[in-house]
């Protein structure tokens, strides 16, 4: 496991728990990633897994485990996940001091 600075918010890890419990299946981890793509060039790829990789960071917090794959891991150093509601909704959202740019949905930045 690597040493990182990726963090998850207590708000993230409680939206991240109550999802996992509406699964059914208390072995589900919470994977972040980045990916090619989107208006911005990179893309935040939110899903859930079984697997710990090898490769894999594990960040902790209030009982939920969010992996990192090591390709990801240098886009996302520093960063934070989120959990926000505001008037427009809720939803998760990465707090990523490495993009210098990022698309109205939020959901792709540049580098």
Do not use: H, W
């Amino acid at each position: 496991m690597t040493e990182t600075t990726v963090s998850l918010s207590e708000n993230a890890a409680k939206r991240i728990a109550a999802l996992i419990e509406k699964q059914g299946d208390p072995g589900l981890k919470f994977r972040l990633a980045v990916d090619g793509g989107g208006c911005s060039g990179f893309q935040y790829r939110f899903d859930f897994d079984k697997t710990v990789n090898e490769d894999d960071t594990i960040v902790s917090r209030c009982g939920v485990d969010m992996l990192v794959d090591e390709a990801s891991l240098p886009f996302l150093e520093g960063a934070e996940l989120d959990y926000v509601t505001d008037l427009v909704g809720a939803a998760f959202q990465v707090r990523n001091p490495n993009a210098q740019a990022s698309c109205g949905c939020g959901s792709s930045f540049a580098i």
